[in-house]
């Protein structure tokens, strides 16, 4: 029979991603005695809760459970009968919580190791968290733009920028190519906000 733990849960918060700005969770977790044969799938996942308890409506289909509250889970590729991952990654926009546009939001998150519908180890109240809406990205800064560049030369360096990342996507390490594909979102943004498409 399959087990597991789910340990030292974190976070990074207002990181870019394809679906808007949001969330990576990161825990580090042990499987063992896992029959990839026979088995149902292997899924991490977390649930949203209010500071009272409460859970999180959620408000985008793919981030919710069958109740419609806010969670996001992702599949554990193994290929062993044991393994252990130091930094397993999950990603949420601020987007799927109700009401995260324009309001502050505390909660904590717990976490749980299924395979199939069978927990295999979980985490209550794993993670405590306070957001706020983002601030605006100060894209200048991030690229560093001369705040009194013209139209050319910002397009010149997003250009630029956008060649160094674009490089980068296709790197054997896991975070240049993680850290590669969120520079490119933003770079897609600053060009909107900037240039004005």
Partial sequence: MTTGSVNNIWASYHVPGRCGDGMTIYSSISIREYRADGS?????????????????????????????????????????????????SVFIPYKAFQSQASDSFEGYVSAALLEGARVIAKSPQALR??????????????????????????????????????????????????????????????KQVLLGG
């Fill in 40 to 88: 149902n799938p292997l899924i991490l996942g977390y649930w949203f809760y209010r500071t009272d308890g409460k859970p999180v409506p959620g408000l985008d289909k793919e981030y919710t459970d069958g109740h419609g509250n806010a969670a996001v889970g992702k599949r554990v590729d193994i290929s062993s009968e044991s393994a252990d991952y130091e930094r397993f």
């Fill in 129 to 190: 968290f306070a957001l706020a809406p983002s601030p605006p990205m100060d894209y200048f800064e991030l690229f560093n733009i001369p705040r009194n560049a013209n139209r050319e030369t910002i397009k010149k360096i997003l250009d630029q920028e956008y060649e160094k990342y674009r490089a980068r996507v296709v790197s054997p390490v896991l975070e240049i190519r993680h850290e590669a594909e969120l520079m490119l979102v933003e770079i897609s943004k600053a």
